[in-house]
């Protein structure tokens, strides 16, 4: 074995030892993120729906009342009472009962009949930016297409006609575009906790004092600890993919192999990720304290929540620093669009180059630590 | 592996002139000794004064800041790893893995050293015999009491059968029983040629080695056999006699005796005495005096120093000299 190495294979041999001999404290720490996976695949819709609203239908009739309708059809709305006066509609949003209210005057269908512009208050909560950009939206939509109807002779076609086409995820299914990035988090999570541990517990018992007395080299102690978690969270990881596809029914576009096969670099950098944590951590709180810091940036600074495109130029240099934004890359690329090998290699380099430089600066801390501990 | 071959004619240990800073602080200071082959070299110091500090560098895990080290003839500086192959370390808390095996923890630290597959077996079980592992092979580590714990970490450091091994207070928290057996033990391996470097607090461990050397604040104040060092001017002055006074009521002559010029220095042991005077005292004269102050006394015998007589001593000379450089 090359010295460089030297050891990798007792560490690996002990490694294993260790896993098997705590094979229930290990299976729970990777049952953890399937029920997470259950909670928030189940619990979390993106998608804009069913909102809250009141209605003050001040003219109610025929005309208005086809228009309230409308806006319940769209499965946007749903109203939850009617009112009879201002007062009530604005209260009922001030006091978050509802999001949406809808006044339409009492001149509504009179002027619809005498071919004037008849006007709607659409009130809007705007404190949750998605539901009243959702709701702006369809009651604009709503508004024209009324207009249109009316100006439009019977049976013509419009002008211009756009039909949009979602390629991707047509239903616009939440857990199709949630779970794959999902994935990176809970990845990164288990795993960097794995080798984070692992040495640090050494560093509490003592015995990774022992070992730096004996022939072995940082990097085959880094190594040997390192191989048996990524078996480890290949594992996880097909856990994962297995729940996604088959509990969450999120079709896989793309071939499953090159997914697991480019999973492996985004492991590797969490493992090593774990293996830096450990060699400025003395304690298993301390190392849990610093793990989390990194799971912040991997849900905001990765595309997984927020598109990198919008973020301000800063905080789009710093996502080319998060492993993640190459894996949520990899994951959405291949379950959502079926891309493959010559459309993400590029990303896959990038993960590995970074797994190795963080496993190389580990072990640089280690060696230095040898000689100063 | 040309760096295997080992000077057959070099001692287990040369250190010459090691100086260790941590910024402003001397952790070691200018110190040298050498450990010949075989020898059970008892190295101790108050906590703190820079043992563990001596064994880092001599392994390698410390850089020196000035001065040599050869372990085995080997350059600690040039080659710590070859140094590493060669030596077996046992710290103070028995470094073993818990949750393994006692087998498999002897198994580790042999893949460790890269014993082939037939030596790893046949030193194993000269390791489990040796110490009677036997019927514990299947045990975990964690289950094992401190004595058991401490040979399994015995057996760890010399599965790879190194010429030296250092032992880090090796006998601190077991039980008298298991601290006897282990020095058997150590005699044993010392008669088939292996050195040991043993830091210890026991003053009767001391007794035992054949070598020890005394650290005090950084600097090697002792450095020899136990004799040699009972010899030494600065322990036995000329003119002076060591005695043992026993007498039921040893706090107050112990007072006492720290008043009567012709005394340099009297210390407690158990239920008696052990005091350095001038020999121009009779030891009846003394009898009587101290007689005539209401003690009595029913015996008073010359006595060897023990090697804790000689570090206090030395200690107390180390500090005067101190106090004398500063004024």
């Not at chain 2, 005090?216 to 000329?238: C, H, M, W």
Request: charged fraction near 20%; proline fraction near 5%.
């Amino acid at each position: 074995m090359p010295s460089t190495f030297r050891g990798l294979g007792a560490v690996f041999y002990k490694e294993v030892l260790h896993v098997r001999r705590d094979f229930t404290t290990l299976f729970f720490s990777l049952i953890i993120p399937l029920l997470q996976m259950v909670v928030l695949g189940f619990g979390i819709d993106t998608n804009i729906r069913q909102v809250n609203t009141v209605v003050y239908n001040a003219d109610g009739r025929r005309e208005s009342r086809e228009l309230i309708d409308r806006l319940r059809n769209s499965d946007t709305f749903r109203v939850i009472r009617y009112v009879e006066n201002d007062h009530d509609l604005t209260d009922a949003i001030v006091s978050g009962r509802a999001r949406v209210g809808i006044k339409v005057p009492v001149d509504y269908s009179d002027r619809l009949i005498h071919n004037m512009s008849a006007q709607v208050l659409v009130l809007i909560d705007g404190s949750d930016s998605s539901v009243a950009g959702q709701a702006i939206n369809v009651t604009t939509a709503i508004g024209l297409d009324e207009s249109l109807r009316r100006v439009l002779p019977d049976r013509s076609t419009f002008a211009v006609d756009m039909r949009p086409k979602l390629l991707f995820n047509p239903d616009s299914r939440s857990p199709n575009f949630f779970l794959p990035g999902l994935t990176a988090v809970l990845l990164l999570n288990v795993t960097t906790f794995l080798t984070a541990f692992s040495i640090v517990r050494e560093k509490e018992r003592g015995t990774l004092e022992q070992l730096f007395v004996t022939p072995v080299r940082p990097m085959g102690l880094l190594l040997g600890k390192l191989l048996p978690y990524l078996g480890i969270g290949f594992f996880e990881l097909c856990m994962i993919l297995a729940f996604m596809r088959f509990v969450f029914q999120v079709p896989i576009h793309g071939n499953v192999f090159l997914l697991a096969f480019l999973s492996l670099p985004y492991i590797f950098v969490s493992l090593s990720l774990g293996i830096l944590i450990s060699s400025k951590a003395n304690s298993q709180g301390e190392a849990i304290q610093m793990a989390f810091l990194t799971i912040l940036p991997t849900i905001f600074f990765s595309g997984y929540i927020f598109p990198r495109e919008t973020m301000p130029m800063f905080f789009y240099i710093i996502s080319f620093f998060v492993p993640g934004t190459y894996f949520i890359d990899i994951t959405r690329g291949i379950i959502l669009r079926g891309a493959g090998f010559t459309h993400l290699w590029v990303d896959g380099l990038a993960l590995f180059t970074m797994g190795s430089l963080l496993l190389i600066v580990a072990a640089r801390r280690f060696h230095n630590k040898i000689i100063m501990a | 592996m040309a760096s295997l071959e080992t000077n057959q004619a070099a001692p287990a240990i040369s250190a010459e002139h090691l100086v260790r800073r941590f910024g402003r602080f001397t952790a070691v200071n200018d110190v040298s000794f050498r450990v010949e082959k075989g020898e059970i070299f008892g190295f101790l110091g108050p906590n703190g004064s820079g043992k563990t500090t001596v064994i880092k560098m001599l392994t390698g895990l410390l850089p020196l800041s000035g001065g040599e080290a050869y372990v085995e003839g080997l350059d600690v500086r040039k080659d710590p790893e070859s140094v590493r192959e060669r030596i077996g370390y046992m710290s103070q808390n028995f470094s073993l893995y818990h949750d393994l095996t006692v087998a498999e923890n002897l198994k580790f630290y042999g893949r460790i050293y890269s014993l082939e597959p037939a030596r790893l077996k046949r030193r194993m079980d000269e390791i489990i015999q040796l110490n009677g592992f036997g019927p514990y092979v299947d045990r975990l580590a964690a289950q094992l009491s401190g004595g058991w714990k401490q040979r399994l970490a015995l057996g760890c450091a010399m599965l790879h059968e190194p010429s030296l091994l250092f032992l880090d207070e090796p006998t601190a928290g077991i039980d008298p029983v298991a601290r006897r057996q282990l020095w058997d033990l150590l005699f044993e391996l010392s008669g088939h040629g292996i050195t040991f470097f043993v830091t210890t607090h026991y003053m009767d461990e001391a007794e035992r080695c054949s070598h020890v050397a005394y650290i005090y604040f950084a600097k090697l104040i002792a450095d020899g056999t136990p004799n040699s060092l009972r010899e030494l001017p600065d322990v036995q002055p000329a003119g002076t006699i060591r005695v043992e006074i026993t007498t039921p009521e040893v706090t107050r002559a112990l007072r006492l005796a720290r008043q009567i010029p012709g005394i340099r220095s009297a210390t407690i042991f158990g239920q008696s005495i052990h005091a350095l005077i001038e020999d121009r005292f009779d030891l009846d004269d003394l009898r009587e005096l101290l007689l005539k102050h209401g003690i009595s006394v029913a015996e008073i015998r010359p006595l060897a120093p023990s090697l804790e007589d000689v570090f206090v001593e030395l200690t107390y000379k180390h500090q005067a000299q101190l106090e004398a450089a500063r004024a």
